[in-house]
Nanobody, 121 residues
Framework: QVQLVESGGGLVQAGGSLRLSCAAS????????MGWYRQAPGKVRVLVATITSDGSTNYANSVKGRFTISRDNAKNTVYLQMNSLKPEDTAEYYCNARVARSRSSGYTDYWGQGTQVTVSS
């Protein structure tokens, strides 16, 4: 099995910063892309940012210039540095990793349990 454990969420005032972390563990041969998604109450889950194993990144337009995704391949960990936070960033944030459990297996998407980020105005 593969587990993703997130940390770093919380309550912050508008304009503040938070850093989310997500560590993958378990039966892992390799990890392709890792990323962060978020889901606000009553809304669908949407992409925030992704990063490939070679460091290529992709961001939602709403967070470009404010959020930075990074990863430590040796630790199977992905980070999301969130600056200049806005009330509309309030959501449950989910970590995602595309994992191969062996050399011969394909990649499967795994998800963390979510961490709440609340930005007060």
């Amino acid at each position: 099995q593969v587990q993703l454990v997130e940390s770093g969420g919380g309550l912050v005032q508008a304009g503040g910063s938070l850093r989310l972390s997500c560590a993958a563990s378990g039966s892992i041969f390799s990890i392709n892309a890792m990323g962060w998604y978020r889901q606000a109450p009553g809304k669908v889950r949407v992409l925030v940012a992704t990063i490939t194993s070679d460091g290529s990144t992709n961001y939602a337009n709403s967070v470009k210039g404010r959020f930075t995704i990074s990863r430590d391949n040796a630790k199977n960990t992905v980070y999301l540095q969130m600056n200049s936070l806005k009330p509309e960033d309030t959501a449950e944030y989910y970590c995602n990793a595309r994992v191969a459990r062996s050399r011969s297996s394909g990649y499967t998407d795994y998800w963390g349990q979510g961490t709440q980020v609340t930005v007060s105005s």
